[in-house]
């Protein structure tokens, strides 16, 4: 390039002098001159920019009026336009910037990713950023811009990969880790996260981000007691931090501890009494522990501060459910439905408000697990009073018990595939081929027929097994041997262990049950229980007899016919129970009634005796003590 003219490079000497001793006006007047000395100079553009982004563009106006293919002043000139705003304008600058210079410098490639990413358009954002990348591919700067645009837009597994190389270039950087921490945690890559935020902490000890994204990271890897601790130095390092106290609050739940999630959840809504996450974890430990005063008020106040907040509104209906208007209670639960933790869906038709059902092309779509579905399809005899041919979403294995119990009823397999990390509930192809125009999801159900508190429901179930399998089933249960009623038992989920376990038992913890004299016991166990059976034999002298050709996770059907051969059955919350319910099996549950609205009966089944009051915590030792009294008081067999 041609040396600079000797008028312009003195004027442009004083400027920067003046600059120095921070004589800005002045400054300013020498770098006018110096422009207008050699106005189509792009070295002076580049170096004399400074103010604000209209005297920019003004002067990258003049230097493209002389030459309008210069890459350098296109780029500053785009970014000029994007401080003010100027979308559109900054998309086209920088656009002609990486035309005339594709190779030339990766800043016009990064500014557009930015532009781009400002207007919400992350996806269209992510092949500047790598387009920049892929020309310093040893710059973990431009490493963590990338992971940065990348993870805007939900392309995880790219920011993992940038973000973990930048994190290899820079291992001893801090920030560096936590940015390729949450990249990858969320890229379903835990072990590479859990490595790097010990790395994180380790760089840094005292840094409270670290010690957090260790705890959150410490779930799968490490398991929950790590978690929790990590949660718990956290809040050490930085105890005026809220996100690190609902950190905390979330650990201690995940153990199982509602006092001690209660308490960090407290402290981080003094810290910061309107945080939307203290809120939550507050109430939902106290909605564990029975609190629903507190609950309620917590929630409440919450909702009031985020009124957008459809957990906190989900949270508030438990309470009302439990101790309130149980109307208001459904009412607010319907928010479910927006929240991040409720499924996905693609081509649903639209939803039925009002009080008036369709005659015709209404779909019930299914919802949260096959236990609830149970639960809500109780309200089907009553939904088919109002509205008589819906179509129904249910799982296939539930398909021959509905058909049998309701011959005229149309069902559909639940509509779900997966995507990614998740699952997504697909309607587009169902929605057209049977003429559907409506939806009302099953967890709807009762708060069209069960707002009143003081009307439970008369059923006793609603289904009907199959009565050539009931009548071999009979058969087969009573070469048993001994005598006595026979009674099903299940002692867990198999979504157990954490939070839940709170909610479940050992197989050991049954014995005051199983101990009980003139009762014969049934194993309705679905997943692998044989070693516990052993277990239980060799060591205890007792006999729970489990029929091994029966799949009892997959044959519902045959599972059915099972329960409805027994004289009851006995289930902690279990999908088992809800399936006995169903049946009209006399049930006792080891815990409270359905969402806790009653205390001595149930309010969907009246063949359900819960164990526990509303006002009482979980506690699984009670709910068995009080399980063998009841027992002992029921010695006649169902007719």
């Known amino acids: 390039m041609r040396p600079l003219d000797p008028i312009a490079q003195q004027a442009l000497r004083r400027g920067l002098a003046d600059r120095a001793a921070q004589r800005s006006a002045a400054a300013q007047d020498w770098f006018r001159a110096a422009i207008c000395a050699a106005p189509g100079d792009p070295r002076l553009v580049t170096l004399v920019i400074g103010g604000d982004a209209r005297t920019q563009i003004r002067l990258c106006g003049r230097a493209l009026c002389l030459d309008p293919l210069q890459p350098q002043i296109l780029e ?21 910037a990486l035309v005339v210079d594709p190779q030339g410098t990766r800043r016009a490639a990064f500014a557009m990713a930015d532009t781009l990413t400002r207007a919400g358009r992350s996806a269209a954002a992510v092949p500047f950023a790598w387009w920049a990348a892929v020309s310093e591919p040893n710059q973990p700067t431009t490493l963590v811009r990338l992971a940065m645009v990348a993870g805007q837009a939900e392309r995880w597994a790219l920011a993992a990969t940038a973000a973990l190389k930048a994190c290899r270039l820079l291992p001893l950087l801090p920030e560096l880790a936590v940015t390729a921490v949450v990249a990858a945690r969320e890229a379903d890559r835990g072990q590479e996260a859990w490595a790097w935020a010990r790395r994180a902490v380790a760089a840094a000890p005292q840094n409270a981000d670290g010690a957090r994204l260790l705890s959150e990271s410490a779930n799968r890897p490490a398991g929950l007691a790590s978690r929790r601790r990590w949660a718990r130095r956290a809040t050490m390092i930085q105890p005026l931090s809220a996100a690190a106290w609902e950190q905390r609050a979330l650990a201690e739940r ?8 209660q308490s960090a959840a407290r402290r981080g809504l003094l810290v910061t009494p309107d945080d939307r996450g203290g809120a939550w974890s507050m109430a939902q430990a106290a909605i564990s522990r029975a609190q629903y005063d507190l609950a309620g008020r917590v929630a409440r106040t919450g909702w009031t501060a985020h009124p957008q907040d459809s957990e906190l509104a989900y949270l508030w209906g438990q309470v009302e459910k439990a101790v309130g208007d149980l109307g208001r209670g459904w009412d607010l639960e319907a928010a479910r439905t927006t929240g991040p933790r409720f499924h996905r869906t693609v081509g649903l038709p639209p939803r039925v408000d009002g009080p008036d059902l369709p005659a015709e092309g209404m779909l019930v779509a299914a919802e949260q697990g096959i236990g609830d579905e149970l639960l809500f399809m109780s309200c089907l005899p009553d939904l088919l009073a109002d509205c008589p041919a819906p179509v129904v979403e249910a799982d296939p294995r539930f398909h021959p018990l509905f058909r049998r119990s309701f011959p005229d009823l149309r069902l559909i397999d639940r509509q779900v595939r997966a995507e990614g990390k998740g699952a997504i509930y697909d309607y587009t192809g169902v929605v057209p081929a049977l003429g559907l125009t409506s939806h009302i999801h099953a967890g709807d159900l009762p708060a069209r027929y069960r707002r009143d508190r003081a009307r439970p429901s008369t059923q006793g179930g609603y289904l009907t097994a199959d009565p050539a399998k009931v009548a071999a089933w009979r058969a087969r249960v009573a070469g048993l041997g001994g005598e006595g009623p026979l009674i099903g038992l299940c002692w867990r989920s198999m979504m157990g262990g954490g939070l839940r376990s709170a909610y479940y038992a050992e197989l050991p913890e049954m014995l005051p049950i199983l101990r009980v004299p003139g009762y014969r016991f ?10 516990e059976l052993d277990s ?11 029929p091994e050709d029966l799949d009892q996770l997959e044959d519902l059907d045959g599972v059915a016919a099972l329960i409805s051969a027994l004289d009851g059955v006995v289930s902690t919350a279990t999908s088992v129970c809800v399936l006995a319910a169903a049946l009209g099996c006399p049930t006792i549950r080891l815990a409270s009634s359905f969402y806790s609205i009653l205390d001595d009966r149930d309010f969907f089944f009246a063949n359900v005796t819960p164990t526990l009051r509303r006002d009482e915590a979980m506690d699984i030792s009670l709910a068995v003590e009080r399980t063998a009294g009841l027992l002992r008081t029921r010695a006649q067999p169902r007719n």
């Open 76 to 96: 500053l000139a785009g970014q000029a336009r994007a401080e003010l705003g100027d979308g559109p304008g900054s998309e086209k600058l920088l656009r002609r």
């Open 254 to 261: 995940a153990e199982g501890d509602f006092s001690a999630s």
């Open 522 to 531: 049934v194993c309705l166990q679905y997943d692998e229980c044989r070693d």
């Open 536 to 546: 239980l034999r060799r060591e205890h002298g007792i006999e729970l007899w489990r």
